[in-house]
Nanobody
Framework: QLQVVESGGNLVPPGDSLRLSCDASGATLDPYVIGWFRQAPGKEREAVACISVRGGSKVLTDSVKGRFTISRDHNKITVWLQLNNLKPEDTAKYYC?????????????????????WGHGTQVIVSG
């Protein structure tokens, strides 16, 4: 059972940047697909970005393309979500999720059912 922990959320003014981190109980994330999702108050949880076992990444939400980037560290222990040029509409709780690479090492999905382990989220508030 993997325990997923997100960190890095904060209250920032529009235009600022944040880097969110995702770790899993100190275990390597190398064999897993990783997804970042977010949920704003009163809205459905949406997929933001994902990264495959081989490091191929996708940004899954049009509104963040060109501003958000997902990446892995070289030791494959941490996955980051870099958030640049933040906007008030990016305010949400951001969740990291881990899943088996059922679609192959080069594939990742924004489907919630593709992920088995979820963190409790980290809050991002863009205001000011």
């Amino acid at each position: 059972q993997l325990q997923v922990v997100e960190s890095g959320g904060n209250l920032v003014p529009p235009g600022d940047s944040l880097r969110l981190s995702c770790d899993a109980s100190g275990a390597t994330l190398d064999p897993y697909v990783i997804g970042w999702f977010r949920q704003a108050p009163g809205k459905e949880r949406e997929a933001v970005a994902c990264i495959s076992v081989r490091g191929g990444s996708k940004v899954l939400t049009d509104s963040v393309k060109g501003r958000f980037t997902i990446s892995r560290d070289h030791n494959k222990i941490t996955v980051w979500l870099q958030l640049n040029n933040l906007k008030p509409e990016d305010t949400a709780k951001y969740y990291c999720a881990i899943g088996d690479p059922a679609g192959g090492d080069y594939f990742c999905s924004g489907a919630r059912e593709a992920y088995d382990f979820w963190g409790h989220g980290t809050q991002v508030i863009v205001s000011g």
